[in-house]
């Protein structure tokens, strides 16, 4: 089992910066990607950035240029530095760790931070 424990949501105006994090603890050695998601009422989660224990990135369209995703192998966490912040980016966001198809492709999930943009 893993456990995902997010930090750093809270209110910020259009423009401005937030600095989300993750701290994984458990079994982290089974973790091969780890990302942040994000969900708004009525809608499905939707990917926002993930990183490899390699660094390879990857972001949805949505915020390219503007977040960016970095990972700490040694210390089990995830950062998500955000940027330009958007009354569209208001959102929980939730942490995400996932295991290779060949373990069983396990998604694990934090309980989610809440990020509102607006003025």
């Known amino acids: 089992q893993v456990q995902l424990v997010e930090s750093g949501g809270g209110l910020v105006q259009p423009g401005g910066s937030l600095r989300l994090s993750c701290a994984a603890s458990?079994?982290?050695?089974?973790?091969?990607?780890m990302g942040w998601y994000r969900q708004t009422p009525g809608k499905q989660r939707e990917l926002v950035a993930t990183?490899?224990?390699?660094?390879?990135?990857n972001y949805s369209d949505s915020v390219k240029g503007r977040f960016t995703i970095s990972g700490d192998n040694a210390k089990n966490t995830v950062h998500l530095q955000m940027n330009s912040l958007k009354p569209e980016d208001t959102a929980v966001y939730y942490c995400?760790?996932?295991?290779?198809?060949?373990?069983?492709?396990?998604?694990?999930w934090g309980k989610g931070t809440r990020v509102t943009v607006s003025s």
């Open positions: 995400n760790g996932a295991t290779p198809l060949v373990d069983g492709g396990i998604d694990y």
């Open positions: 990183v490899t224990r390699s660094g390879r990135t």
């Open positions: 458990g079994a982290t050695n089974t973790i091969t990607t």
